[in-house]
């Protein structure tokens, strides 16, 4: 035995400690390892570059919500219509993303207060199948206009979507009509709707309720767009320019009309809801 081997088995080792898997993110513009209650704490923005991760309705309730706010049921739809089935079955798919976000569906709406405005506040979820508009999310924005309806209060959605889901073909697409009736009902009615994009906001969502606001507001870096960037550039035989699609872009050219940080988005949405909520008629 060698005087190495004999001076490494006489070091007392101490067991290996148990490192929670969540203890850390890793931003995925900078690359920086932040501690996971430090970017949690910081409202789920990078702390290093100000990148805002994408976060679910759970959150984004919180965020923007006073407390005490009611999440609507979510409207029951026939599920798999065309009994889709890629290399899985979209049953199968459905349950993955219930199981993994503890949602029904991308899209979930709640009723409660903005800076003491009342709203009705819808979410999508990217987390779910990548915020995809079927006809459960038709539904439930739908939904969620009509609760404002009843309500006498502006509707605000915030979105975050890939596009229609591909699993049920042309009955996604619908959706897209469906949604700008919907709409149309709450101008009809005299209420405002009040948009909030942010990262990714594409395809078929972009192309209908997601740019059909009184108001756009977006928060900072988020892509906004209908078709990709390099489907784009290979339809054209352009070089797209620098940050094309990216809310500050939008907001440069004139697509959308603010783009806000999320520390600021609660106060920004209340000031909008006291300019543009109904006002009572005096007696």
């Known amino acids: 035995m060698s005087w190495l081997t004999r001076v490494r088995n006489a070091i007392p080792f101490l067991p290996k400690r148990e490192t929670p898997d969540n203890l850390w993110h890793k931003c995925p513009q900078c690359d920086a390892m932040v501690f996971t209650k430090e970017y949690e704490d910081n409202l ?5 570059c100000d990148h805002h991760g994408r976060i679910g309705p759970k959150q984004r309730f919180a965020l923007l919500l006073d407390p005490g706010y009611t999440v609507l049921a979510s409207p029951k739809v026939q599920e798999d219509p065309l009994r889709f089935r890629d290399s899985k079955r979209y049953t199968d798919r459905i349950k993955a993303a219930r199981a993994a976000t503890g949602e029904p569906d991308a899209l ?71 949604a700008t009736v919907a709409i149309a009902e709450l101008k009809e009615a005299g209420l405002p709707y009040i948009v909030l994009l942010t990262d990714p906001t594409t395809g078929g969502v972009t192309a209908s309720y997601a740019m059909l606001g009184d108001v756009q507001l977006a928060e900072p870096g988020a892509l906004i767009g209908f078709a ?28 959308i009309d603010m783009v806000v940080h999320r520390k600021e988005l609660r106060a920004r949405l209340g000031l909008l809801l006291d300019y543009l909520s109904p006002r009572k008629k005096a007696a």
């Open 44 to 48: 789920y923005v990078c702390p290093r």
């Open 108 to 178: 979930l709406n709640a009723r409660g207060a903005i800076e003491g405005h009342k709203a009705v506040l819808g979410v999508q979820d990217f987390a779910f199948m990548g915020g995809s508009m079927g006809m459960a999310v038709g539904a439930a924005f739908v939904a969620g206009a009509r609760a404002a309806i009843e309500d006498r209060c502006p509707y605000i959605i915030v979105t975050a979507a890939g596009g229609a889901r591909m699993q049920e073909g042309i009955l996604s697409l619908m959706q897209m009509p469906k």
């Open 228 to 255: 990709g960037q390099r489907v784009i550039e290979s339809t054209i035989r352009e070089k797209l320019p620098e940050g094309f699609q990216r809310a500050e872009y939008l907001l440069e050219h004139g697509m």
